[in-house]
């Protein structure tokens, strides 16, 4: 799983919506409340849009009325990264997918318990696996 994976930027441009590369490639920040999966309730994986790796679960996923998916922890400690990030005058902890080095969101101390924190994610960065049923 920890397969490094890279590409050049016009390999990522043509596996990515314009969409998804501005979020994943340039860290853009897509506007709250209007991507697919912050009112997304489904069982399930969501996993990086970049590289498919599994990021988060769907039981870790919580309501926090940011208007984007927010997650309380990773699917495993090590399918994200997390980088001090100080860009816009802020001083941020940036989370891309360990993977694929794709921007992702960031991460805040004021999550529920038992981790109290908050992946505060952009829809355009995952991809939904729904849970197998049964
Ligand atoms: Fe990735």
């Known amino acids: 799983m920890n397969d490094r994976i890279s590409k050049t930027e016009?390999?990522?441009?043509?596996?990515?919506?314009p969409e998804q590369y501005a979020v994943c490639r340039c860290s853009a920040t897509e506007p709250a409340f209007t991507g697919?999966?912050?009112?997304?309730?489904?069982?399930?994986t969501y996993v990086c849009a970049?590289?498919?790796a599994p990021l988060f679960e769907s039981n870790a996923k919580y309501e926090s009325g940011s208007g984007w998916p927010s997650y309380f922890r990773p699917?495993?400690?090590?399918?994200?990264?997390?980088?001090?990030?100080?860009?816009?005058?802020m001083r941020r902890v940036e989370a891309k997918c360990a993977r694929c080095e794709s921007h992702l969101g960031h991460v805040f101390p004021d999550g529920p318990k038992p981790t109290g924190l908050?992946?505060?994610?952009?829809s355009a960065a995952l991809g939904f696996e729904p849970a197998e049923p049964g």
């Open 36 to 44: 697919k999966y912050y009112d997304h309730h489904e069982a399930g």
């Open 75 to 89: 699917i495993a400690a090590t399918a994200v990264a997390e980088y001090q990030d100080t860009s816009h005058g």
């Open 118 to 122: 908050r992946y505060c994610i952009n």
């Open 10 to 17: 016009a390999q990522w441009r043509e596996k990515l919506s």
């Open 50 to 52: 970049g590289c498919g």
